[in-house]
């Protein structure tokens, strides 16, 4: 980053200056502070300048003739181009009946081969360059990501646009991607922490993508024609935003991108199959019993989505709940009672359509109704209880201050300006998030708890030796038990 | 088999001790770093880099669980753990009134660890008297409560908005590490060198509770007990042969003056690295780290005895019953670190691992043979280890398996590599030489650990050596090494 001064932007206040105030002598939860903590309050601190990164002034957004969103950072401590790629697709089109399109499509732009390249000459020209890359449609976005030394900018690009352009879904490479689905399906009951984690998402999520179970006569059946058709549909310049960081000259890059991109063709994008889900519960226990010397348990409902209006709220919550050493899970669970080594909860709060509320642990069998237990008694204190001041300020404290951990480097910076605008964020996000969050207060944090959680809707799954449990799972609710399928066909 | 795991190795190979030093100065890339050694034998290392206001801040300590005694293992990693607890100015309002609480809880236990002892080695433990017991220590840890500021140092780094505190033990070294706003650094150095000067490993039982927790964590996944088993088998006499979580039943019979003893002797300030990675002036960085660190008293260290580990003299295989599907490791014996013969070692990793056009992948997992199948080469300080993972997929074997990458190896024994194969491994040294300049803690990691181990931080830019080796390296090295008397194989197999 250059440090210039521009007197005339100062109007643009493009230094923040580090003002957030708040009591430092609330660093932990009791009213007790030591000696020690006390002398780090009289250390002297230095006033903080951190810059909020900007478009047009750090990242520079231009719109090219055929509508591709294109963000360019040059960067030149390392010889490396960074492209990231993302178009507005997601596996939230993929209709239950033919799961495995969306995830198969984004597999196979990066092994399927191109138009001017067979899938091992493909594989031949990027592994020459020793780039790092990756190709997917997920929750939320088609993504291309493609980064190679910038002494080959030429092929580098060319590269990309094969992969983002013209994939050839070569039916061969199709059949490796869908034995490695099935493979994956065959091998989900091998890990307990697996286990529990798909039992539950499939309960949560019965009407989205991340609760479906890949059904392997199906996936067997997707066709490349529906690959092809689903990539000729999404993936347009219209459609797509691009950041490129890096270690290059933005004239030239420019140039090189019109002659990659600059043919693409705008088409309107059929967006009508996606797919809307409803907040609904499934509560009770559901267990699965598998001999281990370690329950996993998992326990939430469906909670909350990007542009709900109690965000910062629910990101001190979250602080505060379930994340960090100094959590209430972290320290009742693991830090004193000694019942868990990896304990931890919140909202995710990220997801376009509902996220989850979720907290769990690994622990032995003899602690495990106890765990569970202890973990929905804290949940229910978020919501009886305002939270202390000191555990307040000490959550507010750490988002504030850890901030700056958004913009470490330009690749990130960079990226974090795209996901910004893919996920139409206010564009005044990063610049306001600090105040937003500093006006946060115990009764925000209380009344979010109240508005989002409901005990009495917990979905709670359990994955171990029900032998050896402490109590009876009924102490927990409405007990079924779920036998894993084995698919060994 | 986790994918992500030999991608991670590959990049993150090293070797510890090196007879030359690699120029470093054709690289403009390279970071600047600066070294300050102190009178007590503390090293710093300063790396500046001003376009972000952060500190990234690393404590290295050279132990780790090798220079564990038989029946203490798994204590460099409890230690790890307790570092977090506090000292006796931090995390307490009274630390006297804790000492006589702790000193009780830690007689009442030790007479609980001894019953519980006897039910271990083939006696019968009195149950009902070790729930007395556990019932009175868990009323002297309630009133020991009182005194304690629960967390706090963690509580401290979070108000300033420190971020990735954590830490970590493994064979060869136990590190601590954080970033920090950098008007936050002496934060750092007060909290850390409070730790080295005078930790309080208050918590002690609840943490070894935790402890075993982590233990029980790796025990489900077959993934770890597969790696675990290797290296069981495959060391015999070398430390590695027991995992950095320790025996179970050693972990839990630990007691609150083996770690004292454990710290006191392996933390001294000459067995201590410091890296400072980013907006901090050398000057400053020096008279901060000088004004906390420069008191502590330097040590006499141990005598770091190893016993090393005699050539294997035939194939060792052992099975891992469990419900998972079928997988594989398999491990070599490598070079020693001091030995050149590391760096083909690692080249004939990039060409068995390394891509979609890496043998591995190529001509097992392309062909439906292999649902996953990649190498790693590990670094550890007495010697390398080139690891295998693979699984088969359905319905092919793990015999099948075996045979297929045992074909690749005779390949590669034979000088069966193109002049194309070489010039992209070579790429993809490049590449990952860039990872120094990106990543701010595995810069600190390797400072860190090549200054220890080898005496000079700049040891670890090794492009140029694995740049250098030739075809003629790579089958002398391969037919001294990838044979079947220096193979280890362990397969998963149904109960």
Redesign the interface.
């Known amino acids: 980053m250059k440090k210039i001064l521009k007197p005339v932007l100062i109007v643009m206040a493009l230094i923040l200056f580090f003002m957030i105030s708040l009591p430092l002598q609330a660093q932990q939860k009791g009213a007790k502070e030591s000696e020690g903590a006390k002398a780090v309050k009289n250390l002297h601190f230095d006033p903080l300048n951190i810059r909020v990164p900007e478009v047009g002034k750090d990242v520079e957004r231009i719109v090219t003739k055929n509508g591709i969103i294109l963000f360019l950072k040059e960067d030149h401590t390392i010889p490396i181009i960074d492209i990231t790629s993302i178009t507005r697709t997601s596996a939230e089109y993929d209709r239950k009946d033919r799961f495995g399109i969306a995830r198969l499509t984004g597999d196979l732009m990066g092994v399927g081969g191109t138009k001017d390249f067979t899938p091992d000459e493909f594989d031949r020209e990027r592994d020459y360059l020793a780039a790092a890359w990756n190709t997917y449609i997920d929750s939320e976005k088609g993504g291309v990501f493609f980064e190679f030394p910038s002494s080959q900018l030429d092929r580098g690009l060319n590269l990309f646009t094969q992969m983002l352009r013209f994939p050839l879904f070569d039916h061969k490479r199709l059949e490796v991607e869908k034995g490695n689905i099935r493979e994956e399906v065959l091998r989900e009951n091998d890990d307990p922490a697996t286990v529990a984690s798909n039992t539950y998402k499939r309960l949560i999520y019965p009407d989205y993508f991340k609760g479906w179970k890949y059904d392997l006569k199906t996936v067997k059946n997707i066709t490349r024609d529906e690959l092809k058709d689903w990539h000729k549909n999404f993936f347009r310049p219209n459609n797509t935003m691009i950041a490129i960081t890096g270690d290059f000259n933005r004239e030239e890059l420019l140039k090189k991108l019109d002659e990659q991109l600059g043919n693409w063709e705008n088409a309107p994008v059929d967006f009508s199959g996606y797919q809307k889900f409803e907040k609904k519960f499934k509560p009770g226990v559901y267990y699965v019993d598998m001999n281990m010397d370690q329950s996993n348990i998992r326990i939430g409902h469906l909670g909350v989505t990007r542009d709900n209006p109690d965000r910062y709220a629910l990101e001190v919550f979250n602080r505060i709940f379930g994340e960090g050493f100094n959590s209430i899970l972290n320290e009742k669970i693991r830090s004193n009672e000694g019942l868990a080594y990896s304990v931890g909860g919140g909202f995710s709060l990220d997801m376009p359509q509902y996220g989850t509320f979720t907290m769990g642990c690994a622990t032995k069998p003899e602690s495990t109704v106890k765990a569970a237990k202890m973990m929905i008694d804290i949940m229910k204190q978020m919501m009886d209880e305002k939270v202390s001041e000191e555990r307040l300020n000490l959550a507010k404290n750490y988002l504030i201050n850890s901030f700056l951990y958004e913009f470490e480097d330009p690749v990130q910076v960079n990226r974090g300006i795209l996901a910004l605008e893919y996920n139409k964020m206010p564009s005044d996000y990063n610049k306001d998030y600090r105040e937003n969050i500093s006006k946060v207060t115990a009764e925000d944090v209380q009344r979010a708890a109240k508005k989002y959680l409901q005990p009495d809707q917990l979905t709670i799954v359990i994955v171990g030796n029900v032998k050896k449990f402490d109590k009876p799972l009924s102490e927990l609710g409405t007990v079924h038990q779920i036998k894993l399928e084995d698919e060994g066909k | 088999m986790k994918r992500i795991k030999s991608v991670i190795v590959s990049i993150f190979i090293f070797i510890l001790f090196m007879s030359n030093m690699s120029n470093a100065a054709e690289n403009k ?1 390279l970071p600047d770093v600066k070294i300050h050694k102190y009178s007590n034998g503390l090293t710093l290392m300063v790396v500046e880099k001003h ?4 500190v990234v801040c690393y404590r290295y300590h050279k132990v780790g669980s090798i220079h564990e005694e038989s029946g203490k293992t798994g204590i460099a990693h409890f230690l790890e753990h307790l570092s ?1 607890k ?2 006796g ?5 009274d630390y006297s009134k804790e000492l006589v609480i702790m000193k009780d809880i830690d007689s009442l236990m030790a007479e609980a660890d001894k019953e519980k002892l006897k039910g271990e080695t083939g006696g019968k433990a009195d149950k009902e008297k070790i729930a007395q017991l556990l019932e009175k220590v868990k009323k002297l840890q309630e009133e020991q ?1 009182q005194y ?9 780094y ?6 990735g ?1 954590n830490a970590s033990t493994w064979f060869d070294r136990t590190d601590y590490y954080l ?1 920090v ?4 650094l ?2 750092w150095t ?2 850390e060198s ?1 730790k080295l000067k005078d930790p309080v490993f208050r ?1 002690f ?7 075993l ?2 233990r ?2 790796y ?5 770890a007990a597969l790696y675990e088993t290797l290296y069981k088998t495959m060391f015999t006499t070398l430390p590695y042969g027991h995992d950095t979580l320790g025996w179970p039943s050693d972990v839990g019979q630990l007691k609150r003056k083996d770690i004292q003893e454990f710290y006191r002797k392996y933390y001294a300030p000459n067995n201590t690295f410091i890296v400072l990675v980013g907006d901090v002036k050398l000057d400053k960085a020096i008279e901060l780290v000088g004004k906390y660190f420069s008191g502590i008293p330097a040590q006499e260290l141990p005598d770091m005895r190893i016993t090393p580990e005699p050539p294997q003299e035939g194939e060792r295989r052992a099975e891992v019953e ?4 079928p997988q594989m490791v398999i491990g070599f014996h490598g070079p020693k670190p001091s030995d050149d013969d590391i760096y083909a070692f690692e080249v004939i990793n990039y060409l068995l691992s ?5 043998r591995f992948h ?1 001509k097992l ?2 062909t ?1 043979l292999a ?1 996953e199948c990649s190498g790693g080469v590990s670094d550890l300080s007495c010697e390398s280890v080139l690891e295998i993972g693979a ?1 088969p ?2 319905p092919n074997t793990c015999d099948d398996l075996e045979e297929a990458i045992y074909k690749e190896l005779y390949r590669i024994k034979k000088g069966d590599v193109t002049k ?1 194969e070489m ?2 491994v070579r ?2 040294i ?3 030489s ?1 990872g120094i ?2 990543y701010p803690f595995y810069l600190a990691e390797n400072l860190a650990k090549y200054q220890a181990w080898t005496g000079d931080w700049r040891n670890f830019d090794r492009t140029e050596k694995l740049k250098s080796v030739t075809v003629e390296d790579i089958k002398r090295v391969a037919n001294k090494y990838l044979i079947k008397s220096n193979r280890t194989v362990v397969t998963a197999v149904p109960r």
């Open positions: 890339f376009d972000t206001p952060i977090f506090g000292t100015r931090f995390n307490t309002v409560r304690i500021c629960k967390d706090e140092t963690d509580a401290i979070d108000s300033v908005g420190a971020g505190n970033k706003p950098s008007n936050r002496e934060v007060f909290i409070e918590e039982f609840s943490e070894r509770d935790v402890v927790e982590e029980r964590m025990d489900t996944d077959i993934d469990s419900e998972a599907k390394r891509g979609m056009t890496s190529k997992v392309q439906g649902y699984s997929k359905e194309w010039e992209k790429n993809q490049d590449m990952d860039t300049i990106r």
